[in-house]
């Protein structure tokens, strides 16, 4: 009955700001490109269009956390865990992408906005993340859906409070900022829970049946066995 | 590419297809976490239009596309049914895989032109050599591989084979100095 709408449309927050975070979505998914590069081989290209697509189709499938209030997968520490921090970025970039021009979900103008938040700084977050935990986690299917659940809750959060911060800078009513705040903090930890649960669930399945497809599971090291001798040596 | 990667690759799009083409019906229609806030402070009527209170929905301004024939996760002509949802869903999860596999194959890091090692953006600067000097004499790609074969030793031994015979085929594929490097470890 009512249109869909998932992300921040037009006009909620004001022109120059939208402007200011199109500049440093077009500047940070440069930088995304650069060092995607490096990670993208023939086997990596395909399997970071496959993120891409399932990441539209399970951003389509709200769930309910409150009576009134659903949430939505934001994917970038999925996108992470199979794919690495750059091409991940991309990947959820080009869901938004997709979603504004050919779905009219996401405002045209707040799109550097919807960037910024969910592919660059939920991202970004995510993959904090990821990177710590895979060092003591074990590298197992269990191990690496844990650290995606965990890094989904606080990837999704901060995402939200990315928002707030947007909104500070550019807001166009005169609402509390402290009450938005806590509201979408708090929604978004339950809609982070959530999306951990999926997150995990994909990413465990995948490491039972191609590990070797699991980024997480490939590029970080459990041991930092490269640390102690060099710096005991500069101390001393 | 491999037929196992093939074959992973059109598992993976079909789960997508079926969660965005069917399971998509059975989401939720209540407005999402931001949509929820930015109507906090409002009142609404029986439709859904704003009758009083201040919140961020009422600044909102029509979406530039909102006529496009995909607007709002539906087909134009086809009103807001499963039919409608379910065809929309499929033609973006088609899209975002068209899309996301063509501009990342596009540009993926190719085997320099004779020579062995990868294409020069994995430079020394690689992430693979962020790790420590062990790494810088693995060569990228390795781990990954060491890791599924390991695994799927426990329930069959073929899969040492079949990573060499599947190596083999990407060479006459046209992948030579990069299926001869992983051939040669």
């Keep these: 009955m009512e249109t869909v709408a998932m992300h921040i449309a037009n006009g909620i927050v004001d022109g ?185 669930t994909t990413v465990a399945t995948v490491a039972r049946v191609r590990p070797d497809l699991v980024y997480a599971l490939r590029r970080f090291r459990t041991q930092p066995a490269i640390v102690p001798v060099p710096v005991a040596g500069g101390v001393a | 590419m491999t037929r196992r990667l093939g074959w992973f690759l059109a598992g993976g799009l079909l789960v997508a297809l079926l969660l965005a083409g069917v399971v998509s019906n059975f989401a939720s229609g209540s407005p999402d976490g931001l949509d929820a806030t930015a109507r906090q402070g409002c009142t609404f009527g029986p439709d859904d239009e704003i009758t009083g209170g201040t919140c961020m929905l009422q600044q909102e301004r029509e979406h530039q596309l909102e006529g496009s024939p995909l607007a709002g996760y539906g087909i134009r002509g086809l009103g807001d049914g499963a039919l409608s949802t379910g065809l929309s869903g499929v033609l973006g999860v088609l899209v975002t895989f068209g899309i996301g596999a063509g501009v990342f194959w596009l540009a993926r890091r190719r085997p320099a032109p004779g020579g062995r090692g990868p294409g020069s953006p994995a430079g020394p600067d690689g992430p693979e050599n962020r790790n420590g000097p062990d790494s810088r004499t693995a060569p990228e790609g390795d781990t990954g591989r060491e890791s599924a074969t390991g695994r799927k030793s426990a329930a069959g031994r073929k899969s040492a084979a079949d990573w060499e015979s599947t190596a083999g085929r990407e060479s006459t594929a046209g992948r030579e100095s990069g299926a001869a490097r992983e051939a040669g470890v």
């Design chain 1, 16 to 200: 120059p700001v939208s402007a200011l975070f199109a500049a440093v979505a077009v500047i940070a998914l440069a930088f995304c490109v650069w060092r995607a590069r490096i990670d993208l081989d023939d086997r990596l290209a395909p399997m970071a269009g496959l993120v891409a697509a399932f990441i539209f189709a399970v951003q389509m499938l709200n769930f309910q956390v409150l009576p009134g209030v659903s949430g939505h997968l934001l994917g970038g520490t999925l996108a992470v865990v199979l794919v690495g921090p750059w091409v991940g970025a991309l990947c959820v970039s080009t869901v938004l992408i997709v979603q504004c021009l050919l779905f009219a979900d996401g405002g045209l103008t707040a799109l550097g906005l919807n960037i910024t938040n969910m592919a660059l700084v939920g991202t970004a977050a995510g993959y904090l993340l990821v990177a710590g935990l895979m060092r003591v986690l074990p590298k197992t299917p269990g191990g690496v859906g844990a650290t995606a659940f965990v890094g989904s809750v606080v990837g999704v959060v901060v995402a939200s409070q990315a928002f707030v911060f947007e909104y500070w800078l550019g807001g166009t009513t005169e609402l509390s900022l402290a009450t938005i705040a806590g509201t979408m903090a708090g929604v978004h930890t339950l809609i982070g829970v959530g999306e951990g649960l999926i997150a995990a």
